[in-house]
């Protein structure tokens, strides 16, 4: 156990449901990010916030994606109209920074499956 | 594209020492190496980061190469647990977002 946990850890929805996600990090951790990994393939990077600030966005998050940790706390990630390409694994993490080498702690992901 | 290039997949003897290569010619001089691994259906898990100097923990042993472009991860008594994707990563200090590539697939075999 890192500290950072997810919830739901599975989540099984129908095509055009909005579903979203929780993240709560290691509670000294500023920085947050979320990934999106699918079977075979290593996490790819969604989006990362330094305490409540969005501060980048990659282009795999569509617009019907959206993140956000209001208090610089925890976070969700939202996904509307959800399509069967989003069935993936939603991995946060959390670290302390800035700072050199600091690491990321993933939580234990959670599993979308998109009917 | 990942920065950094690792072998498929590996076997190794219970017991025996897993080195896990990692290829990593376009680092630059602030990025650290870190390696996580990752068993199926779980978050990938932390083991050992490093700058220049080798480096070694409870888990692992991290050796870097002088000029930096590779680096070694060595389990030194791999077990069945140790089976997982491992992952070398290039980043921090400023290039806060990993960029991971495909790994390698330790098998440990009885």
């Known amino acids: 156990d890192t500290g950072v946990s997810q919830n739901p850890r599975h989540k099984i929805t129908k095509r055009g449901q909005n579903v979203t996600f929780r993240c709560d990090p290691i509670?000294?951790?500023?920085?947050l990010y979320w990934y999106r990994q699918t079977l075979g393939q290593g996490p790819e990077f969604l989006t990362y916030?330094?305490?409540?600030?969005?501060?980048?966005k990659s282009r795999l998050l569509s617009d019907r994606f959206s993140a956000e940790r209001p208090k610089g706390s925890f976070s969700t990630l939202e996904i509307q109209r959800t399509e069967q390409g989003d069935s993936a694994m939603y991995l946060c993490?959390?670290?302390?920074?800035?700072?050199?080498?600091?690491?990321?702690?993933f939580g234990p992901g959670t599993r979308l499956l998109v009917l | 594209d990942a920065k950094t290039t690792q072998p498929t997949s590996m076997d190794c003897a219970e017991g025996r020492a897993a080195n896990l290569p990692c290829n990593h010619s376009?680092?630059?001089?602030?990025?650290?190496v870190y390696w996580y691994r990752q068993i199926h259906s779980q978050g990938p898990q932390y083991i050992i980061h490093g700058l220049k100097n080798n480096e070694t923990n409870e888990m692992a042993s991290l050796i870097i190469t002088e000029d930096r472009k590779s680096s070694t991860l060595i389990l030194p008594h791999a077990t069945l647990r140790d089976t997982a994707v491992y992952y070398c990563i290039v980043g921090g200090s400023g290039t806060y977002k990993y960029i991971f590539g495909t790994g390698t697939r330790l098998k440990v075999l009885a």
């Open positions: 993490a959390s670290s302390l920074g800035p700072g050199g080498g600091e690491t990321q702690y």
């Open positions: 509670s000294e951790h500023n920085r």
């Open positions: 376009t680092i630059s001089g602030n990025e650290y």
């Open positions: 916030f330094q305490n409540e600030a969005q501060l980048e």
